[in-house]
């Protein structure tokens, strides 16, 4: 097998004075070497949620992985304690969030930021340490590596703070790359050059790359495969190719439809998705979206749905995809 990461049957639950939220429930993905595979959803859709358990990231309490692995290599990476974890950060994972201003230490030369993300993870002489730094700045594409090396985040723009922090996440060349709407906060050019960036980054250092995102533009431009997230639940994924041109899951249809059509004329932004998503609380047991479904049968309310796989890797969590429901392709092209 090809996976770099396989997560199977992920539940986080978190404690809160209201009663206890299911954050994620049964997630299952996994990630191949070399791709960028993206997690799109919602806000609250448990998404961070997910990647956040994979690294370690999750305080508990308030927070409880109830059930799930996540196999990194086989590793299970939940099991590990702090020590272990901190070691394989940086050396085989690292993470990039969306607000570079406050992940940067303000009062630090960025050039040594880099290093000190060199230094914590592999033993390095001086000189190749600062070689290594002036690389990286280069490599994210900020000119001048020499001047900048000595320069505090303030001096740089967001997306040129986003870029150093690329750097210091890709300094020790991890396998694995979590990004976590590292675009979300840039204007809509700054954040086409950050996510080249990654696709370049992803093609000359062979690092696997998972994106959050809530943007299906951002999945098309970017990703070669994606999981869409809905109330704690994966109910769609596959390759992009398949998702756009075949999607399953009246959810996903809404996200597309709501996506502005950039070659048309009017740019106006298309139906929203009516009504919220399910208190996390008390979800449903049946479907999470089904309230909001305008396909939803008796079914749908009374079980979830098990996940339909219609090509090979393109799974959907919609009783629609039940062979047994009638005029299922009927009901699929509606939807479109
Ligand atoms: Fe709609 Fe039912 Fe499919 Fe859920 S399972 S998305 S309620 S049709
Ligand atoms: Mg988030």
Known sequence: ??????????????????????AVRDVSFHVNKGEIMAIVGESGS?????????????????????????????QDLLKLSKKQMQKLKGSKMSMVFQDPMTSLNPTMKVGKQIEESITTHQKLGKAE????????????GIPNPEERYNQYPHEFSGGMRQRIMIAIALACRPELLIADEPTTAL???????VLDLMKDLKEKMNTSIIL?????GVVAETAERVAVMYAGVIVES??????????????????LESIPDVNSETKERLVPIEGSPPDLFSPPKGCPFAPRCKYAMDVCVEAMPPGFESEEGHQAKCWLNDPRTPNVEELIAAGR
């Open 1 to 22: 097998m090809n996976h770099l990461l396989e997560v199977n049957n992920l539940e986080v639950n978190f404690k809160t004075y209201g009663g206890e939220v299911k």
């Open 46 to 74: 448990g998404k961070s949620v997910t990647v956040q358990s994979i690294m370690g990231l999750i305080p508990m309490p308030p927070g409880k992985i109830n059930n799930g692995e996540a196999l990194l290599h086989g």
């Open 129 to 140: 340490v600062k070689k290594r730094a002036m690389e990286m700045i280069r490599l994210v």
């Open 187 to 193: 204007d809509v050019t700054i954040q086409a050059q």
């Open 212 to 216: 959050i995102t809530h943007d299906l």
């Open 238 to 255: 596959g390759t992009v190719e398949e998702i756009f041109s075949n999607p399953r899951h009246p959810y996903t249809w809404g996200l």
